[in-house]
């Protein structure tokens, strides 16, 4: 296959978003049906809630967040391309760390390129390469094989977290790992990174690069608001507990209450949700993911991009999601909308 043949190949592929969305829902009810426990994070699998789906042999991107890929022409707009919530300032602000350091196993090269921490995310940047290419199987797919990131020699729990990546040729693949942590400044100001790779594209072996990583904290404001709303009939509650204010994003811990028999017979609510700054602005969709950092979604936490301002107020708005269809926004839970004001 050549160059065009190749390029071709990446035009014909067809990424519908509103598919993609009615395919998240339901796979957050099949997950939240089964619950399914997953250490490892990779494409393919649910973990913390959060589905990642395989995408037609071009990449791997989350449904939540879902964009028709493009082809990668730089390094540094990989985070557009393959969509962080907080890529434009990553890439305006220069915020990732270059790390250039690669191994070579079997003919295929596993480079991190560069990577970002804040305490709350991590972002890391993978290039790999091929000598004879990394495209396997005759309709061109991609057989990324297995790989995961450890810090400080252990897999992270998180509550958001996947990889997405794209093809920038056929001996080259660009990828971003991706992830939230369960629980805020979990590992410190300064981490030791290692990402690893077992059987990647179509070669047996393994993989590993490691790196030390120092946190940025160009902007950190955490508020504790502990504020608590609740329906009439008192059956659900929601409390804001904490909103974190990172370089890589904005975080809202939220606390959910419902009957203890839902736990028991497996029925408990599914919510999406709504988040409006004091201008107006709206964040849902792109602008906002969902991670669990509990059990059954008692224990939410909401992921929006990064401020350049802490804004005078926020205001969340909780939409039953239970059945997982695509028309969420007509089930508000107005009794358990709640306007924080912030210092």
Known sequence: MDKGEFNQLMDEIIVPEQKLKERESMAMMKAKKKKRSVKRIVSGTVASGLLLTTMLGAGFLSPAFAQTLTQVPV????????????GKDIEQKQLADPIEKEVTTNGITMKVKEAVYDGNRLVVTVEYTGKDGVLIGEKGEIDQGFRYLTINGQEPEVALGGVSSDAIDERTVIESHQYT????????????????????????????????????????????????????DKQYAMTVKKIAFMTLGTRIDLGMEYPAEQDQNDTWSMFRYKVTDDQGKVYRDLKLQVGTTG?????????LPPFKEVPKSLTIQPYNDRDG???????????LQIKVTLP
């Open 325 to 335: 269809t695509t028309h969420w926004e007509n089930n508000p839970v107005t009794e």
């Open 295 to 303: 059990h059954n979604g008692r224990e939410i936490m909401l992921l």
């Open 75 to 86: 390094v540094g707009s990989i985070y557009l391309e393959l969509y962080d919530i907080a």
């Open 181 to 232: 942590l369960k629980q805020l400044d979990q590992f410190g100001d300064n981490i030791d990174v290692t990402v690893h790779g077992e059987n990647i594209f179509g070669q047996k072996g393994t993989w590993e690069v490691a790196f030390p990583l120092d946190k940025r904290s160009e902007q950190r404001v955490v508020v504790q608001p502990n504020e608590r709303v609740e329906t009439n």
